[in-house]
């Protein structure tokens, strides 16, 4: 588990009404959640290579492994619901939201 203070070029990350209306907060936030979407592993390709391993008697260490860098996805959490609808629609305009869907499935709780 791990927090983001700044996003590209040392931006603040801070989740105030002040920033939280401006596009350039909107699109570092969306910019850095894609980030980490890219770089955590594919938890269902990567548990299946683990199983394969496992069962090849290789190394318990790589099952391990598999668990350890959160293999499903990734959860944001945000201070309002009204703030998390204005994110997604913003990534929606930018075509950032497609993107980050073509890389992990993306599900929006909603009250």
């Known amino acids: ?4 203070s700044h ?3 040392g931006f603040p990350l ?3 009404f002040q920033h939280t209306e401006t596009y350039q907060y909107q699109d570092q936030i969306g ?3 894609a980030h980490v979407l ?3 592993p ?3 390709q990567r548990w299946l290579e683990a199983l394969a391993d496992r069962s090849q008697g290789n190394s318990h260490y790589q099952w391990h492994l598999c668990f350890g860098q959160a ?3 990734v959860l944001c959490f945000f201070p309002s619901y009204s703030l ?3 994110l997604v629609k913003r990534w929606e305009t930018t075509g950032l939201w497609a993107q980050m869907a073509s890389v992990k499935t993306l599900v929006v709780g909603t009250m």
């Open 1 to 4: 588990m791990g927090t983001l």
């Open 84 to 86: 998390l609808e204005k």
């Open 14 to 16: 801070s989740g105030t």
């Open 38 to 40: 890219r770089t955590v």
């Open 71 to 73: 293999p499903l996805g």
């Open 31 to 33: 910019n850095a959640i």
């Open 7 to 9: 996003g590209a070029g």
């Open 42 to 44: 594919n938890g269902k």
